[in-house]
């Protein structure tokens, strides 16, 4: 399936990831949500909090050309929170304080009896030039900053946070930019193993700007390959409108469907 259309990258900061300490589901998010939207995620980077590692990261992206670069994690008020000042030493602009934000941080901590709030107000920093993202969920602040022909955004590692931020301010970006318009089902073939495959490949053959991908495992001996299997398959198309989109993914499961029936399976749509 071509990659071409409006690009995106997604970085993922934080070592509690490398050391497998927690799940990344923000990146899997985004990614179903930039797909949804009609944009082409070319890449997911993890790195850790290092400042320069993150810095290194984000120059590269900006070397592939891509529309949008999209950073989830390193916004909170620890002193491992190093995503703000990775992106300002690779762009090499200024740190500076959203003082709306400030201002949020000073009241919400107020409230909780805490005066002093200076850890707090780290949670403020964005880059010099950019334009901030209010949180809706809690404090820290995200970013929109322009390099050359690319967009930087920056998002909380909080799930709740990074996805009422995304859908409030860069989602209808997205939708407003993107060219094509994505559709994707996931299907069912139940055939006989054997028989399934010489389909599966004609179908790819025959349909090379659709993503068609199967979740199939090999078979433990020749006997298996004469049982009926279920064969998971993930079918997704582009065109230039939703609408064009739908029809066409009509069109493809039909097709896979009289493939299918000619061998003797079926396709279940769930």
Same mark, same amino acid.
């Given at each position: 399936m071509r990659r071409e259309g409006y690009g995106v990258e997604i970085v993922v900061t934080g070592d509690e990831i490398l050391f497998g300490r927690i799940h990344d589901t923000n990146s899997y998010w985004l990614a179903r949500r930039v797909a949804e939207l009609g944009a082409h995620l070319r890449r997911v980077t993890c790195v850790g909090d290092d400042v320069d590692e993150i810095a290194g990261v984000l120059r590269e992206a900006l070397g592939r050309s891509n529309d949008l670069i999209i950073f989830t994690g390193g916004l909170g008020p620890s002193e491992d929170d190093l995503t703000v000042e990775a992106i300002s030493l690779a762009v090499g602009r200024d740190v500076v304080l959203d003082q709306g934000t400030v201002e949020k941080i000073r009241l919400i901590y107020a409230s909780r009896g805490i005066h002093d709030t200076a850890r707090g107000e780290r949670m403020a920093r964005v880059v010099d030039g950019s334009r901030a993202i209010s949180n809706p969920v809690g404090m820290s602040a995200g970013m929109v900053l322009p390099v050359g022909g690319t967009t930087v955004v920056t998002f909380p590692g909080i799930p709740a946070e990074m996805q009422a931020m995304f859908d409030g301010s860069v989602a209808?970006?997205?939708e407003e930019r993107a060219t094509t318009r994505f559709a994707a089902e996931t299907v069912t073939a139940r055939i006989v193993f054997r028989d399934f495959f010489p389909v599966y490949r004609q179908m790819q053959a025959d349909y090379p700007d659709v993503y068609i991908k199967n979740a199939a495992t090999s078979p433990e001996g020749p006997e298996e390959r004469l049982r009926v #299997?279920?064969? #998971? =398959?993930? $079918? $997704? =198309? !582009?065109? *230039?409108? +939703? !609408? !064009?989109? +739908? !029809? &066409? &993914?009509? *069109? =493809?499961l039909e097709d896979f469907r009289g493939r299918l029936e000619g061998q003797g399976g079926s396709l279940l749509v769930d």
């Open positions: 209808p970006m997205i #299997k279920d064969i #998971k =398959v993930d $079918v $997704v =198309v !582009e065109s *230039a409108t +939703r !609408e !064009e989109s +739908r !029809e &066409l &993914l009509g *069109a =493809v």
